[in-house]
């Protein structure tokens, strides 16, 4: 089945540094959206993305979408205490279902 | 207020016993999903229902049911059949293709 692989799987940085996460596909995608968790809550929308390198801004993150539609990333710069928490990656390929990333979870030191 | 309720917030469930979890929105959202959620993974699709009295298997429903008498609510039987019932129980409603999420049931086994 569809297989959306999501790197890293934990990541820890010291308050200020800059944070990415990975999201890759074997197969081409009609869009991607990004979800955040928060640690003992419910994930969250962030954004969609749909056109072959497309970029969104939203303050302190940067979503980008591939040219060939298979990866995506997101970027977070001078990381806060408040982006603790476990950032999803979610994908369609034509069909009505989400498949989820595996997550990558942020911890933010102090 | 607006959203999606989900019941109870935890749940034991002993051996060979079913359980309903419960999940009721106020957005008026046709669509409505069940993943489950384990440590260090993502989540993974259960159920759906596009529409009242219809729902559709998702990747891992053995062991589930479910039904959808009212366009409000999409209740999830955890079934005897389930061997592994310990997880993160999320319940979601969609439009424009973007999941709300309820605050989960966490489902352990006595």
């Known amino acids: 089945g569809q297989q959306v692989m999501q790197i890293p799987q934990y990541q820890h940085v010291q308050e200020g540094e800059d944070f990415t996460t990975y999201c890759n596909s074997s197969t081409t995608l009609s869009n991607i959206q990004w979800y955040k968790q928060r640690p003992g809550g419910h994930p969250v929308f962030l954004i969609q993305l749909v056109k072959s390198g497309e970029v969104k801004k939203q303050k302190r993150l940067t979503f980008q979408f591939g040219e060939a539609k298979k990866n995506s990333s997101l970027h977070i710069t001078a990381t806060q205490t408040t982006d603790v928490g476990t950032y999803f990656c979610?994908?369609?390929?034509?069909?009505?279902?989400?498949?989820f990333g595996t997550g990558t979870r942020l911890t933010v030191i102090p | 207020d607006g959203g999606i309720t989900q019941s109870p917030k935890y749940l034991f469930r002993k051996e060979g016993q079913n359980v309903t979890l419960s999940c009721e929105q106020n957005?008026?959202?046709?669509?409505m999903y069940w993943y489950r959620q384990d440590p260090g993974q993502g989540l993974r699709l259960i159920y759906y229902?596009?529409?009242?009295?219809?729902?559709q298997k998702g990747d891992i429903a053995e062991g589930y049911s479910v039904s959808r008498e009212k366009k409000e609510s999409f209740p999830l039987t955890v079934t005897s059949a389930q061997k592994n019932p310990t997880a993160f129980y999320l319940c979601a409603s969609s439009t424009d293709r973007k999941l709300f999420f309820g605050s989960g049931t966490q489902l352990s086994v006595l």
């Open positions: 979610a994908a369609r390929t034509g069909a009505n279902n989400l498949f």
């Open positions: 957005l008026n959202h046709d669509a």
């Open positions: 229902s596009q529409i009242v009295n219809d729902f």
